[in-house]
């Protein structure tokens, strides 16, 4: 599926039903910046610097696909940064 590797498949996977069961049964085009940002943040007290890369790195690729096939108006994920590695906090 263009071009992904089975790994990152299924790390994708992980991620999406990680999304779905904090958002629970919400429509896709209803979720805001802020929205995203609460999750990251409440992630990332829990996970390392280079996990909560991967997070957002899935967000990004999500909801940028999101976009361009026309599920959303708007891409949520566009203005969320990766934090610094090194740095366990994030800064919005």
């Not at 049964?25 to 610097?49: F, G, H, M, R």
């Amino acid at each position: 599926m263009e071009g992904f590797s089975p790994q990152t498949l299924k790390a994708y996977k992980l991620q999406s039903t990680l999304l779905i069961r904090y958002f629970k049964d919400v429509k896709i085009n209803t979720i805001s910046t802020v929205q995203l940002k609460e999750y990251l943040a409440k992630s990332s007290e829990t996970l390392k610097p280079s996990s909560l890369s991967h997070r957002i790195r899935f967000m990004k690729s999500f909801f940028r696909w999101s976009h361009e096939e026309g599920h959303v108006s708007k891409n949520p994920a566009a203005k969320i940064k990766e934090p610094k590695q090194g740095n366990k906090f994030l800064s919005f």
